[in-house]
């Protein structure tokens, strides 16, 4: 599983943050995501797979 984020879509709802604390984070500043590890361990990719449908701006893709 690769994980990409499209920095310029995300509205900082801070949702992926909440569902998949290991793999994203959020900037200081203006809580835009910040991805912490583009390659998930398997143990997390029912997490990381749930951040992605929650993500109000469709801002996390998962390439499997």
Same mark, same amino acid.
């Given at each position: 599983?690769?994980?990409?984020?499209?920095?310029?879509?995300?509205?900082?709802?801070?949702?992926?943050?909440?569902?998949a604390?290991?793999v994203?984070?959020?900037?200081?500043?203006?809580?835009?995501?910040? *991805?912490l590890d583009?390659?998930p361990?398997?143990? *997390?990719?029912?997490?990381v797979?749930?951040?992605a449908?929650v993500?109000?701006?469709l801002?996390?893709?998962?390439?499997e």
């Open positions: 599983m690769k994980v990409v984020v499209d920095e310029e879509k995300c509205v900082a709802a801070g949702q992926c943050v909440n569902a604390m290991d994203f984070d959020q900037r200081e500043e203006d809580g835009i995501v910040v *991805l583009e390659n361990s398997d143990d *997390l990719a029912d997490d797979r749930t951040a449908a993500c109000p701006a801002a996390i893709r998962i390439e």
